[in-house]
């Protein structure tokens, strides 16, 4: 079993609810979800305020909660009450009109989020459907709108366990080749598991396999996989949060370290015959080197440029520093965009300030979040980091160059460059 961000059902009733990410691991609690973007005095929670929120985020899981949320407005204003239909400002009457307020209901949609592209492109896969159904049956227009969404739900959980299968044959395919023996660990940063797709993950479902497939007692290699490295994740600490839950929830052994950590202990770990600080070396876990840094992605253009959650650039950096290290950037094929040349021309999501001078936190009751005594909610509570009124800058995601990556997996095969330097995706 894995953890579930997105409960989507068709019948009896149509509903949506997402795992209300900002809450986790304290507590996990599902909101659901009525609309596409907000309408005042009308809607309660939308696809819009659940993604631009960061109730839901990963970009598999924000394509799919999009989509979902598309079919959600639809099922209300067709099977509800001749009012549902006025108030979202649709016109049942006339087939044209009604699909043209629908186009623009998704493109408000599109805009929560501008760098992941999946939900971008899962959007215009709908609006295709929406503009090449000659019909004007809009129950026909709702079904195929159904059917697309939740076969996208089912391909996505696939792609993930093929991302898996395609990294987990890349890996060992380096070490077989360089005659690698014994254990090594993984670098990852975000959060790129369950919560951030349909289930299993891109980046962590290949962490996942490793476990499964190529820890100590299950390789039949000479070769083992024994640890991972989860960066925190400033400013929203989706590695702290998110990936070390998964990771203890599957059990894969793991160390939490914050995002300016990774050169300190690749140096520690990687430089074998002279460690920079032995006393650092012998409190950690493992003493198995770092091979691979394994990160997702939320758009891969044309070239191979990947943008993926800020401080992944800098792991690249460290990686070409290190021969041995490969850097891997995982992710379904919804995640490539191929209207776009290079990473020069990806826009970068910019969050606001309080992102980064506030955190959201679990109040202790000795080593356990302490509880409301009526609700049983756990007590949340914002604190702020820093001074008022200072300046900040918070670009949500950055981008790596097609140089730094040696390898890019997709649930169809894993790619490496070719002798000139070029990724043929
Ligand atoms: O801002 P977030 O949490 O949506 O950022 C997520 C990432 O950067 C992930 O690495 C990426 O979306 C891939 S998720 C499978």
Redesign the pocket.
């Known amino acids: 079993m894995s953890l579930q961000a997105i409960k989507f059902s068709a019948t009896p009733e149509v509903s949506l609810s997402i795992l209300n990410q900002l809450q986790v691991p304290y507590q996990s609690k599902y909101i659901a979800i009525d609309s596409i973007a907000p309408l005042p005095g009308v809607t309660k929670f939308s696809g819009y305020e659940a993604i631009k929120g960061?109730y839901t985020?990963?970009?598999?899981a924000?394509m799919l909660v999009g989509c979902f949320s598309i079919v959600v407005e639809l099922n209300r204003v067709l099977h509800s009450d001749i009012g549902s239909a006025q108030q979202y400002k649709y016109n049942l009457n006339d087939a044209e009109s009604f699909k043209r307020r629908l186009l623009e209901r998704i493109d408000e949609l599109i805009k929560s989020?501008p760098t992941?592209v999946n939900l971008a492109n899962g959007c215009e896969e709908i609006k295709k459907i929406v503009v090449s159904e000659k019909n004007s049956d809009l129950e026909l227009l709702y079904n195929r709108i159904l059917q697309f969404s939740e076969n996208l739900y089912k391909e996505d959980y696939q792609s993930n366990i093929n991302i898996g299968k395609n990294g987990l044959q890349y890996i060992k395919d380096v070490l077989k080749k360089e005659n690698f023996k014994g254990p090594f660990s993984v670098m990852t940063?975000?959060?790129?598991g369950s919560l951030?797709?349909s289930g299993y993950?891109?980046?962590l479902g290949i962490i996942r396999h490793l476990h499964q497939y190529l820890s100590k007692d299950k390789s039949t290699d000479q070769f083992y996989f024994e640890h991972a490295y989860p960066c925190e994740t400033r400013p929203?600490n989706?590695g702290s949060r998110l990936t070390a839950y998964e990771l203890q929830y599957e059990k894969i052994p793991f160390t939490l370290i914050t995002d300016n950590m990774p050169s300190f202990l690749i140096d520690n770990l990687n430089r074998k015959e002279q460690h920079t600080n032995q006393g650092a070396l012998a409190s950690l876990a493992s003493n198995a080197p770092i091979r691979f840094i394994i990160?997702?992605?939320?758009r891969i253009v044309k070239n191979g440029d990947l943008a993926?959650?800020i401080g992944t650039f800098q792991l690249s950096l460290l990686s070409k520093l290190y021969d041995e290290i490969k850097f891997i950037g995982a992710?379904p094929t919804t995640t490539i965009d191929y209207n776009t040349k290079s990473g020069e021309d990806i826009k970068i999501e910019e969050r606001p300030k309080d992102e980064l001078t506030m955190v959201l936190g679990a109040k202790m009751n000795g080593n356990s979040f302490a509880e409301d005594k009526e609700s049983k909610d756990v007590v949340l509570e914002r604190v702020r980091m820093a001074p008022l009124d200072i300046g900040v800058w918070n670009p949500?995601?950055d981008v790596t160059p097609h140089q730094n990556i040696d390898c890019i997996v997709t649930e169809k095969e894993y790619l490496v460059k070719d002798s000139s330097g070029v990724f043929h995706l």
């Open positions: 960061m985020r990963g970009a598999p924000i989020r992941a940063i975000c959060n790129t951030a797709t993950g891109t980046a929203y989706q990160v997702g992605s939320d993926n959650k992710a949500s995601f």
